[in-house]
């Protein structure tokens, strides 16, 4: 895994609810895009008040990262890149501005200048060989990857996006060509219940002929442990058919803290239920997520 340090160049409002931040330097000329759609990297911001001053991790040789001795550790979040200009040394990331939290916070105040740090990317969209049709599903989170994978939607290959925004001025412009639609619909996104596994079931609904078929769906983690069930015990999907990723979650931010103060014997409960090799992942994943809603997480 590399480190890059990236220089804000320029920031574009795109919709009240997102902005566009063009990152560029020396470092992200050697940046390489791995061309998923849904391509991912970790953000490493400042730590204090000068928005210069990063504290970039170091590699290290199992693929993680490490914070050199004596330096703080910088606060991580994950993002989308929405899309990469290696020739140019630039990559753009798509932000949400919700009014809270260490990213929204940092972007809202973004100008030229700032500094981030950014690790290698990684995709998760992997649709089969057969692909036919897919449908891509998201709330405003998952909208850059969204776009993206409509954008590259392959010719010959029938492409349905579902898309959840707050509200009207949150609809952004998208591909508009034979074989490629978009439907947005607005609620969720935290200002209401998420529609995502309505929106789902509505879009993929039982009987469908799943033949030469992919559904990818990103959005709030916990509204989207009904769409993983829906699609693997309703539908009977096979895991190469289908990707459900969790974005975000309401009070994320305490997630951590509300796992770690669950009593001992109940934590040993859940690391074992990953301790069967035999069971299929999207199935261990279904079972964790079932008693994680039982504990309120």
């Known amino acids: 895994m590399t480190i890059y340090r990236a220089v ?4 574009r409002p795109l919709t009240p609810s997102m902005a566009r931040i063009t990152f560029h330097g020396e470092d992200l000329a050697a940046f390489t895009s791995t ?4 391509e991912y990297v970790r953000l490493f911001f400042p730590h204090g008040a000068d928005r210069t001053d990063v504290s970039l991790p170091e590699s290290t040789e199992n693929g993680g990262w490490r914070t050199p001795e004596g330096q703080p550790e910088a606060p991580v979040r994950n993002y989308t890149i929405r899309s990469a200009r290696p020739e140019a040394g630039e990559i753009d990331i798509d932000f949400v501005l919700h009014g809270h939290g260490t990213a929204s916070g940092w972007a809202a ?11 290698s990317p990684a995709g998760l969209y992997s649709p089969p060989a057969d692909l036919a049709w897919q449908v891509l599903v998201s709330d ?6 969204a776009g993206r994978l409509v954008e590259n939607a392959p010719g010959g290959v ?3 996006a579902v898309l959840e925004v707050p509200d009207a001025a949150a609809v952004q412009p998208l591909p508009d060509r034979p074989g490629v639609r978009a439907t947005w619909t607005y609620g969720g ?4 219940p998420s529609r995502l596994a309505e929106l789902v079931e509505a879009a993929i609904p039982p009987g469908t002929d799943l033949t030469g078929g992919y559904v990818w769906v990103a959005g709030q983690t916990n509204a989207l442990r009904a769409v993983r069930r829906y699609l693997r015990k309703e539908l009977k999907l096979p895991a190469e058919r289908f990707k459900v990723v969790g974005y ?10 509300r796992y770690e103060a669950l009593p001992a014997d109940v934590r040993s409960e859940l690391d074992r239920m990953w301790d069967n090799p035999a069971d299929e992942p999207e199935d261990l994943t279904i079972r964790y997520e079932e008693r994680l809603s039982t504990l309120g997480l």
Do not use: C, Q
């Open 248 to 257: 975000w979650m309401p009070d994320g931010d305490t997630w951590t803290e």
């Open 189 to 192: 996104n935290g200002h209401g």
């Open 35 to 38: 061309g998923v759609g849904d």
């Open 158 to 160: 029938t492409t349905r």
């Open 140 to 145: 405003l989170s998952g909208l850059p990857a």
């Open 8 to 11: 804000v160049a320029r920031v």
């Open 109 to 119: 105040a973004a100008r030229p200048g700032d500094v981030i740090g950014l690790n």
